[in-house]
């Protein structure tokens, strides 16, 4: 009996597979599978194996009386149909002579078996025909449903660009252009803003560097 084929590799899909891919750089889970190899006729029996006796597999005694059972009913089963048909045939050619009246009697089995194949592949038309409509009615459901999904996707997108497009004109007026820079640094210029401030002894601030105060000033706690 030959051996059967084995696909199993120990290093697909566990830690060694992991390991092996981390020092050697590549996945061995990618790698063909190993075909099985058999030693050919001509060369010896390994010096390993020279005294080696194969032990006869031990078969359940229940199960081999039921294998036994199923394989004679299979078999007798079979042996029944092929004699049924054998003495159909050979009754109904038994009264015939004639070799013409033979053929003749072959072609009327012949079309009486191609009526019945056309009937069968009638009816599996139908079932054919039928599951191909049911088929593209669901794909067209799927693809309507796809596209109306686009459809949503891109008119949320188009919103929030417009969105995105109103909130750039409306800031779009405080923009530094070629035609309000000159303006633009005037402003600037006389708008001067410090943010260095110093607290005297009263929990006063006095804001910048340069500064004076021209009113009353901002107190703040200070500990003493």
Not at 36 to 46: E, Q
Request: with cysteine; hydrophobic share 30%.
């Amino acid at each position: 009996m030959p051996r059967a084929i084995s696909n199993f590799n120990p290093l697909r899909g566990s830690s060694a597979s992991l390991a092996h891919y981390h020092y050697t750089g590549y996945d061995p889970s990618l790698l063909p599978p190993k075909k099985a190899h058999r030693k050919p006729r001509w060369v010896p029996v390994a010096k390993s194996k020279r005294f080696r006796v194969p032990q006869r597999p031990k078969i359940d005694q229940d199960e081999y009386v039921e294998l036994l059972r199923l394989h004679n009913n299979y078999r007798n089963n079979v042996k029944s149909l092929r004699h049924y048909m054998i003495k159909k045939y050979c009754d109904k050619f038994q009264t015939v002579t004639n070799p013409e009246e033979i053929l003749e009697v072959f072609k009327v089995d012949l079309a009486e078996c191609h009526a019945i194949n056309d009937q069968w592949n009638a009816k599996v038309k139908v079932e054919r025909e039928s599951r191909i409509a049911r088929e593209l009615q669901e794909a067209k459901e799927i693809a309507r449903q796809k596209l109306e999904a686009e459809q949503e996707k891109q008119k949320q997108i188009l919103e929030l660009a417009e969105e995105i497009v109103k909130k750039e004109k409306e800031a779009s007026a405080t923009f530094i252009t070629a035609e309000n820079i000159d303006e633009a640094i005037d402003n600037a210029l006389n708008d001067t803003v410090d943010y260095n401030f110093a607290i005297d002894s009263n929990g006063e601030k006095l804001r910048g560097r340069e500064t004076r105060p021209s009113g009353p000033q901002e107190k703040i706690s200070v500990r003493r």
